[in-house]
């Protein structure tokens, strides 16, 4: 099973195919209106490059990101911004190729019923999903740290239908009436399951040893009730692994965290086509970028560091110059945000990625692939490792241009960051594929267009 199943929960993979017919449905409706409707379906193919061109235009404008689109006002924008890049995007096309997409009229109709459609659509989705019939009712064992930091989790995220029913304590000491959501202690487990119709435990203890109530969970694995570890729904709704008592038996006996010899051998395929490609087609950009380096401020075109690459080798990193020459004497420095010492050239090589361009040289070298762990100068590697449990395990793969923390966090610019961004590459690591690959990079445009994530 690849990443892309495991991360993308089942009420995004609904709306998803919900809008799919939802978009093609407005395009024949509008053909209909217009009298054009046979003629329409005569060539299908139109219908379905208006429909992929929407659906990215969504996509791009986070609307199948159940979390971060949950507000009416917000829902509403961003699908007139959609519309709007749509429009956009198909009016160019239309004009480029005449015969590639359907009538004006027929497509500023669709477009104006998907203002209404897709919202209306929305709303009766949500209203649907969050209906108690179709949530899982979750208890956790625990109440501690983790418990704790999971159930964050679970309530500030709208993809997964799970909803939390309370907490079993994992020492009756500390058993709660005042709290709500603290129904009793391990000893209760069996009772608690059948009382609230149960359909899912997450474990979330603190310590195990001792108290874990391994009866009463058998009883209610072997009765149907889903029984689960709190670091597998955490890594499953974040996207990322839970650090928080991570063993190296996880390492160990986990699913993953072992990437096939063919899957390696295809990545670097697809690195060495890509990179060349990529050089090849950049080409005439880079000479115009070097220009505008040297023209800006003094010093080289290219900026070289050394970074720890895959098994902590270290290599010669290439990069266009963003700051000053004089920015760093003597220790390394983080990157901050609206850093000083960026040049004003460079602040727009940051903001557009072009200063990444020379890395492509890197990919095509081997010292790094497109995708993967970013790399991390030895300097901050020694410190990060000292302070970061498990940080020298990023570096089991290439690192890449691009990565699943790149797209998902902001800049690291602090031990902190750095640890969060870790949860992500190892997350990653773990996940490693083609597939997983394909959708960072897919991100990657993403995050370019919207700016996220520069210094």
Known sequence: ????????????????????????????????????????????????????????????????????????????????????????????????????????????????????????????????????????????????????????????????????????????????????????????LSGLIAQHQIDRVIVGLTDRRGRMPIRELLQAKLSGVRVEDAATTYERITGKILLDDLKPSWFIFSDGCRAARGTRLVKRALDVVMASIGLLCAAPLMVLTAMAVRLDSPGPILYRQDRVGENGRVFTLCKFRSMRTDAELGTPIWAKDRDERVTRIGRFLRLTRLDELPQLWNVLRGNMSFVGPRPERPYFVDQLAAAIPFYTERHCVKPGVTGWAQVRYRYGSSVEEAMEKLQYDLYYVKHLSIVFDLTIVADTVKVILSGKGAK
């Open 1 to 188: 099973m690849t990443v892309f199943h495991r991360h993308v929960s089942g009420r995004g993979i609904a709306v998803f195919g919900f809008e799919t017919m939802l978009i093609s449905g407005t395009i024949l409706l509008a053909a209909q209106v217009h009298g054009a409707f046979h003629i329409t379906l005569d060539s299908p193919w139109r219908i379905v490059i208006v429909t992929v061109v929407c659906e990215l235009c969504f996509y791009y404008n986070d609307l199948y990101d159940l979390t971060l689109v949950h507000s009416k006002t917000e829902l509403v924008v961003r699908v007139l911004q959609s519309a709007g890049a749509a429009a956009i995007v198909l009016a160019v096309g239309t004009t480029l190729i005449p015969t590639l997409v359907i009538g004006h009229t027929i497509l500023i109709t669709s477009l104006c019923l998907l203002l209404v459609a897709v919202p209306i659509g929305r709303l009766a989705f949500d209203g649907l999903a969050h209906g108690p019939h179709l949530e899982e009712r979750i208890l956790i064992l625990g109440s501690g740290r983790i418990a704790r930091t999971l159930a964050r989790q679970i309530f500030s995220q709208h993809d997964f239908a799970y909803r939390i029913v309370g907490f079993v304590e994992e020492d009756a000491a500390k058993s709660s009436r005042a709290d709500p959501l603290s129904l009793g202690t391990a000893a209760d």
